[in-house]
């Protein structure tokens, strides 16, 4: 009798163990790679370029009348003394100052009106309207001297400072609006919605909800139309006869004539000039810098 061996199967192979996954590479940037003096190298010669204009300024400024020395000693206030008193420059000030303001409140309320009208309604001659707007970018402002000055002539406001902040606002609105505008539409819709849900009207909806979120644009627009205003010669140049009434740009031009240029004194004027500018950009830089959505997130 053939007795039939009975097989014994093999038994099946273990699964190999998982490798363990392999850690991510970094992907490394082209400046980590390059060494540090590539870098700084660059930036410090841009620097110095940028600065040594600047140290010109002050030492002509604060070094004596006559003096050739490349150092600032002894130092001198004869020269801002000067132009704020002799020249006129603390009248200078304060029309610029009045002038940047002015113009920076108008700006900035009439641009938030009208960014936010297009921004959240819809109209027909909506795009014809922002393509006009931009096409006003491109008309240069000596082009409308003319006229400006013959509106101006007609309402009587030659040499008056409101001929000069109206012509700056003007300026200044088309592309204020159109930046104002593009924050309004960053800002969801539905917060809106959920203000009037709870009670809001449009206005206390946009003021609650809305405005705060606009600070960092309104802070752009409003320093974009101050500095503006304070640096722009052409329309204070036109527009106001009366040396009283002058703004710092137009003293600044009569410190030159054909014959002669007092330096020490044209530098204490510029510096004078770009004092308010950097006091305001230093307090105003982190809102700058900040952006729209950072605001948004920590409203």
């Known amino acids: 009798m053939i007795t039939k061996e009975a097989t014994v199967a093999a038994p099946a192979p273990l699964p190999a163990a998982p490798e363990p996954p392999r850690p991510a590479r970094k992907r490394r940037r082209a400046w980590d790679e390059a060494p540090r003096w590539q870098i700084y190298l660059p930036l410090g010669i841009y620097l110095v370029f940028t600065l040594i204009p600047f140290y010109w300024i002050l030492l002509f400024a604060l070094r004596p009348a006559g003096s050739t020395s490349l150092v600032p000693w002894p130092m001198t206030t004869v020269h801002f003394e000067k132009v704020w008193t002799d020249r006129g420059f603390g009248t200078f000030f304060y029309n610029s100052v009045l002038v940047g303001v002015v113009t920076l409140l108008m700006t900035t309320l009439v641009a938030l009106a ?13 795009r014809a309207f922002m393509l006009a707007l931009l096409c006003s ?10 006229p400006l000055f013959e509106i101006f002539a007609g309402l009587q406001l030659i040499n008056s400072l409101v001929s000069v902040i109206i012509a700056e ?12 505008s593009n924050f309004i539409k960053n800002v969801p819709y539905s917060l809106e919605e959920a203000a009037w849900v709870d009670g809001c009207n449009r206005f206390r909806a946009f003021r609650v909800v809305v405005l705060p979120l606009l600070r960092p644009g309104l802070i752009a627009v409003g320093s974009f139309a101050f500095v503006h205003s304070w640096n722009h010669f052409l329309f204070a140049l036109m527009f106001l006869n009366n040396q009283e009434k002058q703004t710092i740009p137009v003293g600044l031009n009569t410190l030159m004539s054909a014959d002669s240029v007092d330096l020490g004194a044209l530098a204490a004027g510029g510096i004078i000039a770009a004092v308010p500018v950097v006091i305001v950009f230093a307090f105003i830089q982190k809102w700058l810098i900040t952006g729209f959505s950072a605001g948004a997130v920590k409203g």
Not at 121 to 126: A, C, E
Not at 137 to 146: D, E, K, Y
């Open 114 to 126: 009208g960014g936010y009208a297009l921004a959240r309604f819809d109209f027909k001659v909506k």
């Open 137 to 146: 970018q491109f008309v240069p402002g000596a082009l409308l001297l003319v």
């Open 169 to 180: 606002t003007v300026f200044q609105l088309p592309l204020s609006m159109i930046l104002i």
